[in-house]
């Protein structure tokens, strides 16, 4: 059995959105809608978390929608950490975007100001480790709307959490939003590729968000517990979405218009740093070499296309980007 948390994660943002950055865990944190942005009504939440992305066996190739074994929902083809440290990763579930500092030990999803905004948001947590909790979760009854997150540790608990979650809706007739994610468990956490970083990001609401589309926006992690939020009605009103930290892309999920920031950033344990867009990537490695790839059409390209058109601009504007993130 889960142990039930009150958790949330801290609202951080990105630019570009004029919905707004919650600044911290802070107490005057206070929702604008308890009843939920998609549909009138406030839609159940579980998020599953694959605690190592390579469990998925490559299937995170370069097939857009297919991408693992979750069949239906918006699929984001690059959708990346903040680091290949799993520690820090999942600071970016706990903090939504703000980096851990050197005192941070371990993540303690209890004092999480996501889980947090969701209770005040008229939600009920909880966290479990493994999916042997799930049916009895689905079946239990609520008087409210409810959030859980998932820990799991295999495709095939990926595979076996689908088909309990399309179960129930199909029994109650009601749609529940669920988020699949991972991190990447990596042993090598010193170095930063684009293997290191990409991860699993598909969104499901059957009967409101689209089913089998793919979106190639790069995001984030830290964007997930913003996004979800927003789905839900609860981001606070007056918040500002900052260029380093998590931003809500609710709306893209909505198919409407949305200024995204189209960038994001990373760094690895011995000081790196990785900045990808759509197009272009640029790693700099802690000597100062740095290397910039076009990665458009080949994302785990290495090559070195600094001398392409547009290359310098891109090096000045990414390198900028990059500069004021690891000061």
Known sequence: MGIRLVALWLLGAALVLTIGSCGGGDDSFKPVN???????????????LLRNSEALEGKLQERPVDMGPVSSGVTFSAAYLRSPVDLAALGDLHWLG?????????????DSPFFQAMEQGGYTTEIFNGIEP????LNMESAGPRMALFHTWSAEDWVLAEKAVRAKEAESGRSMLSVWTALTNE???ESITEQQLRIPLIFSLPGTLPQAQSHTQVVSLADVGPTILDLCGLIPEGTEFHDHEGASFARVLQKKPLVWRG???AKSASGAGWIRSTRWRLIRQDDGSQLLTHVEKVPASTKDD??????????????????????
């Open 98 to 110: 703000r980096e851990l500092t050197g005192e941070d030990k371990q993540i303690d999803l209890v």
């Open 263 to 265: 960038f994001v950033l």
């Open 187 to 189: 042993e090598s956490p």
């Open 34 to 48: 308890k009843t939920g942005a998609l549909d009138g009504s406030a839609p159940d939440v579980i998020l599953f």
């Open 134 to 137: 799930l049916a009895d979760y």
């Open 306 to 327: 600094s001398g392409l058109p547009g290359a310098n601009a891109q090096l000045e504007g990414l390198g900028g980007r990059l500069d004021a993130w690891l000061k």
